[in-house]
């Protein structure tokens, strides 16, 4: 029985062409008590292998979090099965605001220690003891409070190309390095001020929400669902979007627009420019902001440094890299010296403080 990926990303690539049916692209997870989730992972994936599903999916004695695509015609198959596992029966699907078919090219079911890497030791706080979910209608409502602190739990990267209208944006590269960060700026207002936090999907604020109330603040609140069903209410409803820009994705498609705002700065010219791209050079893989036109003049690479390197043939390439450990931590980068307009965003959470004073 096959249990595990087997075709490159480029067969994958070539087979969803060759079936040219629309794909979905979609997310959901669910804190739950898996007792066996390496058996649990493996029926995942023999099911969901059989139904075309692609996708990175977490599974771990807390929980299961998955993001994924699959054939839009087998969604029913799909919804089905997740409907005889009791914990994820009618749970929601956030389905992505932009689709593109090859948002997963291959199907990763992971067992892991938890289902978000947060760095918290669970057994030190009640993570069942969650704030409160806002509705995208109420989110509005209490994002224009002059009580209310907005914070954005996602790293620097993500909410350097879209997020909410006076959100705080920590300029962090982990969730665990934002909480302390919080915490320390808002000590003085732990009773008087709404601590109001989104992500991209909940999940992260599932956590963080718990762990503040925990550490005493007394009004915390939550963005349910995060950006992605936010801004399904939104178009629903018809309500004020009141997301700037792009919200930042983790698989193929980099990020999904949702308002035409572009926030962000190609990290070479300085030119407003808002989607990532890696530097092309495998040793070194930086994620940054580069606009269409460094991308051709830098041929995909973040410096003239890995230009020249880019340019040797594949085998030289390899050797240079032999011995120095090829880093594929992608999405904790993002910050180099030589890219000039790296925007810094602990200035926006300097602004606040200043304010506050
Ligand atoms: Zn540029
Ligand atoms: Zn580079």
């Known amino acids: 029985m096959q249990l595990y990926n087997k075709l490159s990303a480029k067969e994958r690539a070539e087979l969803i062409d060759q079936a040219g049916k629309n794909r979905l692209t979609l997310s959901f997870y669910q804190y739950a008590k898996i007792q066996n989730p390496q058996e649990f992972r493996d029926q995942l994936f023999i099911v969901w292998d059989k139904l075309d599903v692609l996708g990175r999916i977490y599974v771990a004695h807390e929980g299961i979090n998955g993001q994924l695509s699959l054939p839009a015609d087998r969604f029913n198959e799909f919804k089905t099965h997740l409907d005889t596992i009791d914990f994820l029966k009618d749970i929601r699907l956030n389905v992505a605001v932009e689709q593109d078919n090859k948002s997963f090219l291959k199907l990763k079911v992971k067992v892991r220690e938890k289902i978000v890497a947060d760095g918290l030791n669970d057994e030190t706080f009640d993570v069942t003891n969650k704030g409160v ?9 209490f994002i224009e409070d002059e009580n209310t602190v907005l914070v954005d739990m996602r790293n620097h990267y993500e909410s350097e190309i879209g997020h909410f209208k006076n959100a705080v944006t ?9 909480l302390d ?5 808002l000590k003085e207002h732990k009773e008087d001020k709404n601590l109001v936090m989104y992500c991209t999907g909940g999940i992260r604020c599932e956590k963080a929400s718990a762990y503040f109330k925990h550490k005493g603040f ?24 009141k997301f700037l820009g792009q919200n930042f994705v983790f698989d193929e498609r980099r990020a999904e627009r949702i308002s035409d705002d572009v926030i962000a700065n190609c990290h070479q010219c300085g030119e407003p420019f808002d989607l990532h791209t890696n530097c092309a050079n495998d040793a070194c893989h930086l994620l940054f902001i580069q606009c269409p036109k460094c991308q051709e003049e830098m041929e995909n690479c973040c410096s003239t440094a890995c230009m020249e390197i880019n340019r040797l043939p594949y085998e030289e390439q390899k050797a240079l890299r ?6 594929n931590d992608i999405f904790k980068k993002g910050r180099a010296d030589h890219l000039p307009y790296k925007k810094d965003l602990r200035n926006i959470f300097d602004h ?3 304010e506050e004073a």
């Open 218 to 241: 007394k009004n915390v609140f939550q963005l349910e669902g995060g950006i992605i069903e936010y801004t399904r209410q939104v178009k629903e409803q018809n309500l004020e979007n």
């Open 352 to 354: 606040f403080k200043q």
């Open 170 to 178: 920590p300029d962090v590269d982990t969730f665990r390095e934002s």
């Open 133 to 141: 979910h806002l509705k995208a209608e109420d989110f509005n409502r």
């Open 322 to 327: 032999k011995g120095q450990g090829n880093s």
């Open 181 to 185: 960060i919080i915490e320390d700026d």
